[in-house]
C-alpha cells in the first residue's frame, strides 16, 4: 500500500482502471466496481444519456469512492474528441478524460495525430488528459512533453484479450516516460494486468 500510483497529484492506491461497458445491468456494474476496488472508472459519453427520465450509469457510480473519468469513444477525429470532453464537462462531469480517438470502427485503432492535436487542446483548457495510443515510444513523448497526465498504449487491440503483445514498445515507453504509463486495452486475464 505505501507503493501509490500518483496522476496529477492525486494518489491512488489501486492501479487497476476499469470502464463501464459490458455490464449485464447497472446493478451488476456497480457490484463489479465495488468488488475490484478500483479508484478510477472510465464512461464511454457516447452511452450516456442526459436526458434520462430514470437511473442512468452516474447513478450507479458513487462520486467519493471514484474518480469517474468520461472517455471520448467514438470520437473519429482531434474536433470531435474534443467537442465531447468539452460537453462532458459542460454537463458537470470530470475535467478528468480518457482522451480516445479512434476513426476505425472494426478495431479501434488510435489515430496517433489526432490524439495528439486533440491532447495539445485539451491540456490548454485545463483538462486532465489520459490518452490511448498505440504502442509508439515517439507519440508517447510528444503527448507527454504536451502536458499530458499519463500515456495510455494498448497491449494488444481492444478486445482480443490476448494479453500483453507490444511488451517490447511498451518497455521503451516506461523506461523513457517521466509520467505513468497505463496499460491498455487488450488485456483478458489476471495474469496479464499483474504483468
Same mark, same amino acid.
Given at each position: 500500500?505505501?507503493?501509490?500510483?500518483?496522476?496529477?497529484?492525486?494518489?491512488?492506491?489501486s492501479?487497476?482502471?476499469?470502464?463501464?461497458?459490458?455490464?449485464?445491468?447497472?446493478q451488476?456494474m456497480?457490484?463489479?466496481?465495488?468488488?475490484?476496488?478500483?479508484?478510477?472508472?472510465?464512461?464511454?459519453?457516447?452511452?450516456?444519456?442526459?436526458?434520462?427520465?430514470?437511473?442512468?450509469?452516474?447513478?450507479?457510480?458513487?462520486?467519493?469512492?471514484?474518480?469517474?473519468?468520461?472517455?471520448?469513444?467514438?470520437?473519429?477525429?482531434? !474536433?470531435?474528441?474534443?467537442?465531447?470532453?468539452?460537453?462532458?464537462?459542460?454537463?458537470?462531469?470530470?475535467?478528468?478524460?480518457?482522451?480516445?480517438?479512434?476513426?476505425?470502427?472494426?478495431?479501434?485503432?488510435?489515430?496517433?495525430?489526432?490524439?495528439?492535436?486533440?491532447?495539445?487542446?485539451?491540456?490548454? !483548457?485545463?483538462?486532465?488528459?489520459?490518452?490511448?495510443?498505440?504502442?509508439?515510444?515517439?507519440?508517447?513523448?510528444?503527448?507527454e512533453?504536451?502536458?499530458?497526465?499519463?500515456?495510455?498504449?494498448?497491449?494488444a487491440?481492444?478486445?482480443?484479450?490476448?494479453?500483453?503483445?507490444?511488451?517490447?514498445?511498451?518497455?521503451?515507453?516506461?523506461?523513457?516516460?517521466?509520467?505513468?504509463?497505463?496499460?491498455?486495452?487488450?488485456?483478458?486475464?489476471?495474469?496479464?494486468?499483474?504483468l
Amino acid at each position: 500500500m505505501n507503493d501509490k500510483l500518483t496522476i496529477a497529484g492525486k494518489k491512488f492506491t489501486s492501479r487497476l482502471f476499469i470502464g463501464t461497458g459490458k455490464f449485464g445491468n447497472l446493478q451488476v456494474m456497480q457490484t463489479a466496481l465495488r468488488a475490484s476496488e478500483t479508484q478510477i472508472v472510465t464512461v464511454a459519453l457516447r452511452r450516456v444519456d442526459f436526458r434520462r427520465q430514470e437511473k442512468g450509469i452516474y447513478d450507479y457510480l458513487e462520486d467519493d469512492r471514484y474518480i469517474v473519468m468520461p472517455n471520448t469513444s467514438g470520437a473519429r477525429n482531434a !474536433e470531435e474528441a474534443v467537442k465531447m470532453a468539452q460537453l462532458a464537462r459542460a454537463a458537470g462531469l470530470s475535467r478528468w478524460v480518457k482522451l480516445e480517438v479512434t476513426p476505425e470502427p472494426r478495431y479501434l485503432l488510435p489515430d496517433g495525430d489526432e490524439t495528439l492535436k486533440a491532447a495539445q487542446i485539451l491540456v490548454k !483548457e485545463g483538462f486532465v488528459v489520459l490518452p490511448y495510443i498505440q504502442a509508439d515510444p515517439i507519440l508517447a513523448k510528444k503527448l507527454e512533453d504536451c502536458g499530458t497526465a499519463t500515456v495510455m498504449p494498448l497491449a494488444a487491440p481492444i478486445g482480443t484479450n490476448k494479453g500483453v503483445k507490444n511488451q517490447d514498445m511498451l518497455q521503451i515507453i516506461i523506461e523513457q516516460s517521466t509520467v505513468p504509463v497505463v496499460i491498455d486495452a487488450g488485456l483478458g486475464a489476471p495474469s496479464h494486468a499483474a504483468l
